[in-house]
């Protein structure tokens, strides 16, 4: 499958949390995929519409998100041999980001697959990476290793499918848990090729599209606290780190 990028994908992105209670929420936005090593140009007006920066991904100091990516995939044993690596993303607007699930699919040279890397940050400032490699369908299975909800303990582990996008966008991630399903996250969209036009309307239906993602998170986590969902202690070592100047 060829997917010609960079692309825009509007989406619907629908959580379903079933235990211990059951709530559900949906919006909508819209995605980038990018060739990490050709991230999109801008005209200069458009700029403050989509900026890719490396401080907002892996230890975020590194020169690149492409250096980033490779360091973590080297401290696991992997490398990619100079293969090519589609990210799907949200990009900086207006100078403000927040990426709940960033996706690397990562190729070696000849274009096989090799791995995908599942990038989560939460609304405390942590980010965790896990290094996932899906079957020929694109599912994966991975422990839980970090603290993502406080109504979730660090528990259970994931089942996702991620298979890499095309003309459609379609993501399922579930959290199982002791005693069955207890959240599953979906992400389906449409392709659209990457055009200043088409940037312009998506911003336009979707301004501020990350900072209303962050705040929808935090809201729909108020309306859980009012409805005495327990709160579970986010652990001493899922702290949000010190950020540097």
Same mark, same amino acid.
């Given at each position: ?32 995929? %990018? *060739?990490?090593?050709?991230?999109? !140009? +801008? @005209?200069?007006?458009?700029?403050? $519409? ?5 401080? /907002? ?96 303990? %660090? *528990?259970?582990?994931?089942?996702? !499918? +991620? @298979?890499?996008?095309?003309?459609? $966008? ?5 959290? /199982? ?69």
């Amino acid at each position: 499958m060829v997917t010609t990028v960079p692309a825009l994908y509007p989406c619907t992105i629908a959580h379903v949390r079933t235990r211990p209670r059951r709530y559900a929420l949906r919006h909508r936005t819209y995605l980038w995929l %990018v *060739d990490l090593d050709r991230l999109p !140009r +801008l @005209p200069s007006l458009l700029r403050p $519409l989509a900026r890719f920066d490396a401080r /907002d991904h892996f230890t975020g100091d590194r020169p690149s998100i492409r250096a980033g990516l490779e360091d973590f995939l080297a401290a696991h044993g992997v490398s990619l041999d100079g293969g090519h690596v589609l990210m799907l993303t949200h990009a900086r607007v207006f100078g403000y980001v927040f990426n709940p699930l960033t996706l690397y699919w990562c190729h070696g040279p000849d274009g096989d697959p090799r791995c995908v890397v599942a990038e989560v940050h939460n609304t405390y400032g942590g980010r965790h990476c896990y290094l996932l490699t899906p079957d020929a369908t694109g599912s994966a299975r991975t422990d839980k290793e970090f603290y993502v909800s406080p109504f979730f303990p %660090v *528990d259970g582990h994931y089942r996702m !499918r +991620l @298979p890499r996008p095309g003309e459609r $966008l379609d993501l399922t991630v579930h959290l /199982d848990r002791e005693g069955g399903r207890a959240f599953t996250a979906t992400v389906r969209g449409g392709r659209r090729a990457a055009t200043a036009r088409a940037l312009l309307r998506q911003a336009l239906r979707h301004p501020w599209s990350t900072l209303v993602v962050s705040a929808a998170i935090r809201a729909h986590g108020i309306r859980l606290y009012l409805r005495r969902l327990p709160v579970q202690r986010r652990p001493d070592n899922h702290r949000t780190p010190e950020k540097t100047t």
